[in-house]
Every structure is written in C-alpha cells, then in structure tokens.
C-alpha cells in the first residue's frame, strides 16, 4: 500500500528567503509523485510531477523538488519565497498506469513573513 | 481552453436533504475524479472514471453518495440524505488517457457544502 507524510503542517519563512517543505512517501516501488499548490477558494494547481524520469525536477513558479529513493523522500524547495507563494502545499502519491490509490498528504501551509 | 467547470460553487442544506454536484471535465479527458476534502485536510477520492466506468469507488459511502457519468463526460455526484458530517468542499478533476499525462490532474474550483 503507498502512504504519504507531510511532515509539517506550517512553515512560516520571510520574504526572500528559502522554502523548504517535506514528504516522505511508502511504497513498494517507484511510484509517481506530486506537489500540488492550492491558493484560497481556487482549485488545486499543479506544480511539478515526478515519473522516473530525472530525479531534481523543476516546476512552475520557481519551485523544484528532487527525489531521493534511498531517504523516500520528495521534498519541496524554492530559493526565494515570495509573498504570492502563501498557500496550501500538497504532497501526493500515485500511479495510474499500476491502477493504484491516488494518496494526498495533509497538507503543509506556508506562511511568508514580510 | 476551459477548465474544469464545477457548480454549484456553494451550497446550503438541512440535514436529511438531497443534494447534487456537478462537474464538466476538460474536453477531451477520459478520467475524471471526484474528492471530498474536509477542512485542514488533503483531497480523499470518493470515486475515479475512465469513460463511463467508474473503476475505483472502493471510498465511496454506498448508502448515501452515488455518482453518475452517464455518456463519459460531464458526471454528478449526489448524496441522499445528507448528515452534518458531508460538511467539506467537493472537487473534481479530470486527466487525459494518455502515458505520463494521465497521471496529471487538473482540478475545479470545488463545491462547499454546509449542512446545517
């Protein structure tokens, strides 16, 4: 069965400076892996995905995330937060080609500091 | 392109009421979704389509949610009656059949339901 940890429920940072939010994820192979951003009363967006291919990958709005196999982990970074960047981040697992479970974390939400 | 259109955007009920959502997926997407997430939570799936299948609604409450996606595109989600606890935001997302992309969701606005 595949899991998904979000590993904070806030992250607070000041403008400027680095974002880091953390998944770990359990499955019995390498599964697809996602973040997904959700600004308030708007739909979720997706921000990058991971399928096997390289495993730093980079999204939309300066974001990137690399995974690590050996740490399962798929963490979230950007170099410098921005005040547009407060929003609820999501962490999901899945893979649909394996007919599997589509796994969302708990959510992690960033709050940036002036 | 349009994206996925859901309504109503909000909805009030009594308990016990019916109630119904509905979602447009993006032309052309073979599977669509729909997820109830309850506030501070992540998105749960209730059901996933492919076509007019419906082949995962293992999370789905049988007793009082069904879900319909009659000619495999727009779909509604009902719940009969509704209980205080349906009280969440009810999303839909749609993605394409094809290799990597359909593992690529995109989402609606969602419909928040309050039972009172």
């Known amino acids: 069965a595949q899991s998904v940890t979000q590993l904070d429920s806030h992250v607070s940072v000041s403008e400027g400076t680095p974002v880091l939010l953390r998944c770990n994820y359990s499955?019995?192979?390498?599964?697809?892996l996602f973040w997904y951003v959700q600004h308030p009363n708007k739909g979720l967006q997706l921000l990058l995905k991971y399928t096997s291919a390289a495993t730093l990958v980079k999204g939309i709005n300066g974001f990137e995330a690399e995974f690590k196999k050996s740490e399962t982990s798929f963490h979230l970074t950007k170099p410098s937060a921005h005040m547009s960047d407060a929003a609820e981040y999501f962490c999901?697992?899945?893979?649909?080609?394996?007919?599997?479970?589509?796994?969302f974390g708990k959510g992690t939400r960033l709050h940036i500091l002036p | 392109e349009a994206g996925v259109v859901q309504s109503p955007r909000y909805k009030i009920i009594e308990k016990k009421q019916p109630v119904a959502f509905w979602c447009n997926p993006i032309?052309?997407?073979?599977?669509l979704y729909w997820y109830l997430q309850n506030l501070g939570q992540g998105p749960e799936l209730l059901i996933r389509?492919?076509?007019?299948?419906?082949?995962?609604d293992s999370q789905l409450p049988k007793d009082r949610f069904s879900a319909e996606r009659l000619k495999g595109v727009d779909s509604t989600l009902k719940i009969q009656p509704a209980e205080l606890g349906d009280s969440a935001v009810y999303l839909c997302a749609s993605s394409s059949g094809q290799g990597a992309a359909k593992n690529i969701q995109y989402f609606g606005a969602g419909t928040r339901l309050s039972v009172l």
């Open positions: 499955s019995s192979y390498s599964p697809s």
């Open positions: 389509y492919e076509n007019e299948e419906a082949v995962d």
């Open positions: 032309s052309g997407h073979n599977t």
């Open positions: 999901v697992v899945s893979d649909l080609n394996r007919d599997d479970k589509i796994i």
